[in-house]
């Protein structure tokens, strides 16, 4: 009798790390997807950042430049 309820014991421990197991799995999923977002998210900002460095650069060496028709 005393090993059945071990065995029973060991199956209810197993049912339930195989629980949570696909309650991490699935955390770790949807972590996942979320730095995915935020990596795209921070790759659009940074193009955008440059993009406007780049604008804000151009408009200031055409200030100090000489117009062509000097």
Request: proline letters at 3%.
């Amino acid at each position: 009798m005393m090993d059945e309820e071990r065995l029973v014991d060991i199956e209810i421990k197993l049912a339930r790390q195989e629980d949570l197991l696909d309650v991490l799995n699935s955390t770790v999923y949807r972590q996942q997807r979320r730095i995915d977002e935020l990596e795209a998210l921070c790759a659009a900002l940074a193009k955008r950042v440059a993009e406007a460095q780049r604008a804000d650069n151009g408009g200031q060496q055409a200030a100090h430049e000489i117009p062509p028709h000097y």
